[in-house]
């Protein structure tokens, strides 16, 4: 049951990222550039996998569960995970109200100097080079446009 699962998997994936990629490689470069960046590796691990289930490799070793944390509390474990996803809404609401060039570098500052409790210094040499590297790549090397934010807009 799991090898023809595994091949009706590996299989399916291979036909969608295919489709993808041979579907993509026609549109101009910049839009192209992500199925087909994703699209490749997705194919080749696909077909790695359904080449491993059609030799009849199936035996994986030994598998553990995974579990997250025996020691804590599951309070603590609780709180966490809601930190974390607090940190992630918030990412996702700075880049609405102002715009992915501006809630970069503050959502990479914000968790260092708060959650990461790290020092200036290190907060903002660390936000100046991924804001350099977002700039860079998007703005100058690819040149993606992206929407103002809410209140960017109002300004």
Known sequence: M??????????GLMVVSGYGVIVAWAWPWKASLFPVAIGIPVFVLAAVEVLW?????TERGETKDFQFSQDLPDREVLKRSA?????????????VLCG???AVPLFVFLYLKLQ????????AAFTAAVWLFFYGLFDQLLH????????V???
């Not at 930190?83 to 880049?95: C, D, K, P």
């Not at 409790?117 to 907060?123: A, F, H």
């Not at 993606?144 to 209140?151: A, E």
Request: glycine share 12%; aromatic share 14%.
């Open 100 to 102: 992915f060039p501006i």
């Open 144 to 151: 993606l446009p992206f929407p103002q934010g809410w209140l």
């Open 83 to 95: 930190v974390g996803a607090a940190w992630i809404a918030g990412f996702f609401a700075a880049i």
């Open 153 to 155: 807009a109002l300004l």
């Open 2 to 11: 799991h090898s023809r699962a595994s091949l009706a998997l590996g299989i």
């Open 116 to 123: 990461g409790k790290e020092s200036w210094r290190l907060s």
């Open 53 to 57: 289930v059609a030799l009849g490799r």
